[in-house]
């Protein structure tokens, strides 16, 4: 299990839509280390939850397998800057070369990347 800062210890919130569930998990293993529960995901030693953009390659690959593909958790990645996006140039094609390259590789435009 991964204990997470804004999340309770051995509950995962996910979601199918507009359903949300909470699931009670446990196990021998815990760490606040995403590194390390991965690899011991790697090694078999069990189930994690981690966000998709993390661990694509490893699914590409066949080294993971989606449990619950139709179950997610929501997680934002945002892009902290000083100045107004606007003010400069290559800091809006970062940010928006991030954000298209999130909805290409993850396929999820419906769940909002927003450039602001």
Request: some cysteine; proline content about 3%.
């Amino acid at each position: 299990m991964t204990k997470e800062r804004d999340m309770t210890h051995g509950i995962w919130e996910l979601g199918n839509g507009q359903e949300k569930k909470s699931v009670k998990v446990s196990g021998h293993l815990s760490s606040n280390s995403g590194e390390i529960v991965l690899q011991w995901a790697l090694e078999g030693k069990g189930i994690m939850l981690r966000s998709e953009w993390d661990v694509l390659p490893f699914l590409e690959s066949g080294k993971l397998v989606q449990v619950l593909p139709e179950y997610a958790q929501s997680a934002n990645i945002w892009a902290v800057y000083r100045e107004p996006l606007y003010r400069s140039m290559k800091l809006r094609v970062c940010v928006e070369f991030l954000a298209a390259w999130c909805q290409q590789r993850l396929g999820k435009p419906d769940e909002g990347y927003q450039v602001m």
